[in-house]
């Protein structure tokens, strides 16, 4: 198994991730060890949800799923780069391509994505956190999303 430095930040990393084909970067999460290995196992993004506290398979709900096509690993073993084929056109729970749909310019923020979906065309009546063979997965980590 190939290792990462999950100590150094608490038990995650950062996960950057960017279209396989036109480079653009799709999302920014954090994965722990199970969700490395699930990753590595599935050729399927998995991350960890630090508001769930839970793996969540990326796209297992929405069916916007991202199929790796590429691991890089930064030069202390502690932040990953995926290289992803983004199926269903969308990364974004809220319906953006990507996460970074916003830009700031002239002192306020501007949207600049195409929104691809509804959330709530996809969510609303949903279990409100997917878990791996109905599991909820724990970590050490003590990271909280802002």
Known sequence: MIRLDFEKCGGLIPTI???FKTGEILMLAFMN???WRHTLETGTATYWSRTRRELWVKGKTSGHVQSVKEIRIDCDDD???LKVEQVGGAACHT???SCFF?????????VVGEKIFDPKDVYDGLAKSPKIDGKVKSSRCKARES
């Open 33 to 35: 060890e199970d969700a």
């Open 102 to 110: 916003k830009k700031v310019e002239d002192g306020s923020v501007r």
């Open 17 to 19: 991730v960017q279209d």
């Open 95 to 97: 319906g953006y391509r």
């Open 79 to 81: 932040t990953v780069l």
